[in-house]
């Protein structure tokens, strides 16, 4: 008997090791999948820094579907909405990224990251205006958000976004 025990509470410590999830890429929890996706975004940023456009986008879509699946599990985030409207404007998508960001502000209207992205995405696609109402929600964040904005609306003629 006492060795029954030993055994089921060795098989019972395996599988909490064993099962439990981790941070690898078959964990599946919105946690998981979005800090993989973050990961992805990374990659596909340093691949356009070195004009590699093509194989960046292939990064974006890869984390975009990610995001899609955390988004399933967790509506109410709005740091996933930034990333779905961030990967959808990166491949081109603008209309895509225009409706995930303005759903990222419906739940966090003063999120910095996505007032940012979506005045740069103003800027892309030549709504200069909105791009400087997006500016004046950051104005008194003392954040880079809003350096960054005001930098892209200066220098529209060149691509920094």
């Known amino acids: 008997?006492?060795?029954?025990?030993?055994?089921?509470?060795?098989l019972?410590?395996?599988?909490q090791v064993?099962?439990?999830?981790?941070d690898s890429s078959s964990d599946s929890s919105e946690t998981g999948l979005y800090d993989q996706a973050v990961k992805l975004v990374k990659r596909a940023g340093k691949l356009e820094k070195k004009d590699k456009t093509e194989k960046a986008?292939?990064?974006?879509s890869q984390a975009f579907k990610k995001?899609?699946?955390?988004?399933?599990?967790?509506?109410s985030n709005p740091d996933i909405l930034n990333y779905m409207g961030?990967?959808?404007?990166k491949i081109g998508n603008f209309e895509e990224a225009e409706n995930f960001y303005l759903k990222g502000l419906d739940i966090k209207p003063n999120h910095n990251g996505i007032n940012e992205y979506l005045g740069e995405l103003y800027v892309q696609?030549?709504?200069i205006e909105k791009a400087n109402e997006r500016l004046k929600i950051l104005k008194n964040c003392n954040c880079e958000e809003y350096s960054e904005l005001e930098l892209i609306i200066k220098t529209r003629g060149t691509k920094v976004y």
């Open 86 to 89: 961030y990967t959808s404007r």
């Open 12 to 15: 019972s410590f395996n599988s």
């Open 67 to 75: 995001l899609e699946k955390a988004y399933a599990s967790d509506k």
């Open 1 to 10: 008997m006492k060795k029954i025990l030993v055994l089921l509470l060795i």
């Open 18 to 22: 064993f099962g439990a999830g981790s």
């Open 125 to 127: 696609t030549n709504r």
């Open 57 to 60: 986008k292939k990064f974006y």
